[in-house]
């Protein structure tokens, strides 16, 4: 079935700090990719999406291409803040599945001042 | 404005005594889904709709139900909340008919069970 395979956390880093989040998936059909981000208490909110190969999603300074080759839809950022500071799951939808939405297990980010 | 609805936010039930947790949405999405996420875990899908048909995951306890009378809401009602259940259940829409989309979340009921 469908999975997605994210880093495993916590990840810490400085203010400023270059970040990247792996995520790799595995899919039958040809799916969408999402990254969504979790801050303390709350829902789930999209950050960013690709839909097709060779996409790149971007929102907030952060962004991921949808490699389709390596089945991959890494997460980067060039300069983090202390305001990033949440848990952030890579997800897929299925285009030719049953429209269910896949998360990986969520990593969480600590950005020190 | 907020367009997945979550009442109420926070839950506390007693142990053995049925709850029910319920969602709304104004998106309009023909695609409803229930997840149970328990501290620092990923997000575990319950159930979901498409429409009117009802999809239920092999591993979610036959203690959790779910109605949608019509497509705005959707409710998830426990029938026997055991100290296990205790979580922060989310509800998700997605899928304008014909179109795919990304799934929206409501802000999460966070059960307690005592």
């Known amino acids: 079935g469908d999975s997605v395979t994210q880093m495993e956390g916590p990840v810490t880093l400085s203010e400023e700090a270059f970040l990247t989040i792996n995520c790799t998936y595995t899919?039958?059909?040809?799916?969408?990719l999402f990254w969504y981000v979790q801050y303390p208490g709350e829902g789930l909110q999209l950050l960013l999406k690709a839909t097709k190969a060779d996409d790149k999603g971007s929102n907030k300074g952060f962004e991921a291409t949808y490699r389709k080759e390596t089945t991959s839809f890494h997460l980067e950022k060039g300069s983090v803040q202390v305001s990033d500071s949440a848990v952030y799951f890579c997800?897929?939808?299925?285009?030719?599945?049953?429209?269910?939405?896949?998360f990986g297990k969520g990593t969480r980010l600590h950005i020190l001042p | 404005d907020a367009m997945v609805i979550q009442n109420p936010r926070y839950q506390v039930t007693q142990f053995g005594k049925p709850v029910t947790l319920s969602c709304s949405q104004t998106?309009?999405?023909?695609?409803m889904y229930w997840y149970q996420q328990k501290s620092s875990q990923a997000p575990k899908l319950l159930f979901h709709?498409?429409?009117?048909?009802?999809?239920n995951e092999a591993d979610t306890p036959d203690n959790f139900q779910s109605r949608r009378p019509n497509t705005s809401f959707c409710f998830l009602d426990i029938r026997s909340p055991g100290l296990g259940d205790a979580a922060m259940y989310l509800c998700?829409?997605?899928?304008?008919?014909?179109?795919?989309?990304?799934?929206?979340f409501g802000q999460g009921t966070r059960l307690t069970v005592v």
């Open positions: 997800a897929l939808s299925d285009q030719g599945g049953d429209d269910k939405i896949i």
């Open positions: 998700a829409t997605s899928g304008l008919p014909g179109v795919r989309t990304e799934a929206f």
């Open positions: 998106l309009n999405h023909n695609v």
């Open positions: 899919a039958t059909g040809y799916p969408s």
């Open positions: 709709y498409y429409d009117k048909d009802f999809n």
